[in-house]
Nanobody
Framework: QVQLVESGGGLVQAGDSLRLSCAAS????????MGWFRQAPGKEREVVAA????????YYADSEKGRFTISRDNAKPTVYPQMNSLKPEDTAVYYC?????????????????WGQGTQVTVSS
C-alpha cells in the first residue's frame, strides 16, 4: 500500500508564507498525478492545485493563481506546494492525494490514496 505523509502546516500570520510537503512511502513509487485539497470547517473539500507527475499538466484554483505554486522532486518522490501571502480564508486542513490511473485531477474521486492532512491556520 502507498502511504502519503504531509508536513509543513502550522499557525502563521496573514501575509506569511508556507511550504508544505507530501512524500510517498516508496522510492520506486510512480503515479499519473498528485493533488492538494483543502477543507475548512463547515465547507466541502476543494482542490487547490494538481499536477501530472511529468509536470505536463498543472492546475491551480482560480482564486489562488499568483499566490500558490506546486513543484516536485522526482527522486524522493515528494511534492511541494508553496503558499504565499496567506489569508485567514486559507485556514483549513490540507490533504495530499495520489492518482494512479489518470482522470480529472480537479476532483477527489480521481485519487486512490490520501494523506492524513496537515492543519494550516492563518491569523489576522
Amino acid at each position: 500500500q502507498v502511504q502519503l505523509v504531509e508536513s509543513g502546516g502550522g499557525l502563521v500570520q496573514a501575509g506569511d508564507s508556507l511550504r508544505l510537503s507530501c512524500a510517498a512511502s516508496r522510492r520506486t513509487f510512480s503515479c499519473y498525478g498528485m493533488g492538494w485539497f483543502r477543507q475548512a470547517p463547515g465547507k466541502e473539500r476543494e482542490v487547490v492545485a494538481a499536477m501530472t507527475w511529468s509536470g505536463g499538466i498543472v492546475y491551480y484554483a482560480d482564486s489562488e493563481k499568483g499566490r500558490f505554486t506546486i513543484s516536485r522532486d522526482n527522486a524522493k518522490p515528494t511534492v511541494y506546494p508553496q503558499m504565499n501571502s496567506l489569508k485567514p480564508e486559507d485556514t483549513a486542513v490540507y490533504y495530499c492525494a495520489a492518482n494512479m490511473a489518470g482522470g480529472n485531477l480537479k476532483t477527489g474521486p480521481a485519487y486512490a490514496y490520501w494523506g492524513q492532512g496537515t492543519q494550516v491556520t492563518v491569523s489576522s
